[in-house]
């Protein structure tokens, strides 16, 4: 399985990226899909996790401005992040969970400017 992520590039405090990430195959063989992000000289933290059956879970930094969503018929799923605020540059890395095996996507920068 290999995963794409898509989406980042560079926008003004207060505005909006939709990451993507799209996966070689099924998603539906995923037990858990998100994205991590990892700003320079800090450690990869998670972001927003989605569940096979939907349930969602956010970063406190998070909460409120960002969504975590899938598209099972694109293979494909998303961060809608709005409100963005200079802390949330990093380089964001999409991820899913099998029961045996965790893919990582190449990574997409967001740069948030003040």
């Known amino acids: 399985v290999q995963l794409q992520a898509s989406g980042g590039g560079l926008v003004q405090a207060g505005g909006s990226l939709r990451l993507s990430c799209a996966a070689s195959?099924?998603?539906?063989?995923?037990?858990?899909m998100g994205w991590y992000r990892q700003a320079p000289g800090k450690e990869r933290e998670s972001v927003a996790l989605?569940?096979?059956?939907?349930?969602?879970s956010y970063a406190d930094s998070v909460k409120g401005r960002f969504t975590i969503s899938r598209d099972g018929a694109k293979n494909t799923f998303y961060l809608q992040m709005n409100g963005l605020k200079p802390e949330d540059t990093a380089v964001y890395y999409c991820n899913a969970r099998e029961m045996l095996f965790s893919y990582w996507g190449q990574g997409t920068q967001v740069t948030v400017s003040s």
């Open positions: 195959g099924s998603i539906s063989s995923f037990n858990v």
């Open positions: 989605i569940t096979r059956g939907g349930s969602t």
